[in-house]
T-cell receptor, first 113, second 113 residues
């Protein structure tokens, strides 16, 4: 069974802090994604990566960066956390085949105070 | 502009009844259409993926249909169970690479006894 593991289920940080969210997948997937999910807005893509050290901006990359040094791990970084980044963050992975589904982690609920 | 619209926004049904959720999209070029189920506090889980040439796909009590001409899809749930209470998200994949995913905002289904 595919497993996508996010490092924390809940996280509370202060404004201005640098925040790291980690995601690990165990299925040798080429693609990895970071989304945020807010009530009434659905899932919005922040960044994705289709290979090690490769990254592409999604719809809302401002205030975020990512790192993919190993195939199984994809990190989301909030450079200087702000209250409007309080949200549910979801990581997903998939094979490169466009007709394969994404597999999601259970999310990190991040609160910025 | 690529868009995915889902209806209704929310739905309440009695256990054992059937229901149908709708998804209309304006996405080009179309690659595939996906339905996901998201339980409260969990990440989305894939139910079906349909390509342009497929018009019906089943996964247990879930049956998805696709009409590529009218750009509409539906998800039919048969003999609903309490565990079907969740958010159902329609996602359309655009382009050759399949990494351009346009998410609907979801339909929240509540099944009561």
């Amino acid at each position: 069974d595919v497993k996508v593991t996010q490092s924390s289920r809940y996280l509370v940080k202060r404004t201005g802090e640098k925040v790291f969210l980690e995601c690990v997948q165990d299925m040798d997937h080429e693609n990895m994604f970071w989304y945020r999910q807010d009530p009434g807005l659905g899932l919005r893509l922040i960044y994705f990566s289709y290979d090690v050290k490769m990254k592409e901006k999604g719809d809302i990359p401002e205030g975020y960066s990512v790192s993919r040094e190993k195939k199984e791990r994809f990190s989301l970084i909030l450079e200087s956390a702000s209250t409007n980044q309080t949200s549910m963050y979801l990581c997903a992975s998939s094979f490169a085949d466009r007709n394969q589904p994404q597999h999601f982690g259970d999310g990190t609920r991040l609160s910025i105070l | 502009k690529n868009q995915v619209e889902q209806s209704p926004q929310s739905l309440i049904i009695l256990e054992g009844k059937n229901c149908t959720l709708q998804c209309n999209y304006t996405v080009s070029p179309f690659s595939n259409l996906r339905w996901y189920k998201q339980d409260t506090g969990r990440g989305p889980v894939s139910l079906t993926i349909m390509t342009f040439s497929e018009n019906t796909k089943s996964n247990g009590r879930y049956t998805a249909t696709l009409d590529a001409d009218t750009k509409q899809s539906s998800l039919h749930i048969t003999a609903s169970q309490l565990s079907d209470s969740a958010s159902y998200i329609c996602v359309v994949s655009a382009g050759q690479a399949g990494t351009a995913l346009i998410f609907g905002k979801g339909t929240t289904l509540s099944v009561s006894s």
